[in-house]
């Protein structure tokens, strides 16, 4: 069953076409990443989606039904980057009081756990830190057991161990057959944890597959290795190199074709040490996909 499905859907604002002719269905029970530079329509598509903003043509269906319904029936959860918490309350009373809402909520104290709330559960929310006040909006976010789960830059104003942290927990919550549609600016965590990544560009698909489809389109690679204070002239006449980048004694050679790359870098006699050849990451695909659009 579709967990997700828009059919033609585009929305302007005046003038402005914020997402063109959008024909995307998700199944239930995967992950998908959501990317697309700023302006792209990423964020009105997550409006329509919630409905919160309304399509100017097309259809939005959230497990056959409208958003409107999905959403009061409990079924969909949302953590959005804006949203102050209530002052004055402590985590638990505000996670306490959003869970009263839905019909069936999540046991409050696996909420928490989920969350990483547990040991902070008394504080007020208003003096928590930036990372931690995401987690309550987390909390807040799967408080009904949502079948659909809508995440819009999720880990922003988390350091790195807390980053870790949260996806352990939505890696969790997935386990139990959920859906997941995430959007964020961390292309690794994208490539660690989506099973479908959806680009998108002035409001298109521009691109849409695993994460290893999604580089495997921009066929290019990374060569890396010592070169100490030898000269680095001709480097960039390698077959297939179209960048070189030298940074102290480390060059670094973008190519279409590292094999031949490497091949060649031997032949110049050059002494070659600490050699990495490595396929293009998701930020190279991301870069190469959005970049003309």
């Known amino acids: 069953m579709n967990a997700i499905a828009f059919t033609g859907v585009s929305k302007s604002y005046g003038t402005v076409r914020a997402v063109e002719a959008l024909d995307v269905t998700i199944d239930a029970g995967s992950t998908v990443a959501l990317l ?11 409006g329509m989606l919630l409905g919160l903003v309304r399509p100017t043509a097309g259809e939005v269906r959230v497990f056959g039904e409208t958003p409107d319904t999905a959403v009061k ?28 809402m839905y019909p069936e909520p999540m046991p409050l104290e696996r909420i928490l756990e989920l969350a990483n709330l547990t040991d902070i559960a008394g504080r007020r929310v ?69 099973d479908r990544v959806i680009v998108i560009a002035r409001g298109r698909v521009v691109a849409d597959g695993t994460p290893r489809q ?14 100490g204070d030898q000269p680095t002239a001709g480097l960039d006449a390698l077959p297939g190199v179209h960048t070189v980048d030298i940074r102290g004694p480390i060059a670094q050679l973008r190519t279409t074709d590292p094999d031949a790359t490497v091949q060649a870098l031997y032949a110049t006699g050059l002494r070659v040490t600490g050699l990495e050849v490595k396929g293009a990451d998701l930020e190279d695909a991301f870069v190469s996909l959005t970049r003309d659009r």
């Open 36 to 46: 697309g530079p700023n302006g792209a329509g990423k964020s009105t598509s997550i």
């Open 73 to 100: 029936r409990g079924q969909v959860g949302a953590m959005l980057q804006d949203g102050a918490l209530v002052p004055g309350l402590t985590v638990r009373e505000v996670v306490s009081f959003v869970r009263s």
């Open 214 to 227: 999604i580089k495997a389109m921009v066929g290019t690679g990374t060569v890396q290795f010592t070169i």
């Open 126 to 194: 208003d003096r928590l830190s930036g990372g931690q006040t995401q987690r309550v909006r987390f909390a807040i976010a799967i408080a009904g057991a949502p079948r659909l789960l809508v995440l819009d830059e999720p880990t922003a104003a988390m350091d790195v161990e807390s980053r870790r942290s949260f996806w352990a927990s939505m890696r969790d919550y997935v386990n139990g057959g959920r859906t997941i549609l995430f959007a964020t600016h961390y292309l690794e965590e994208a490539d660690e944890n989506a």
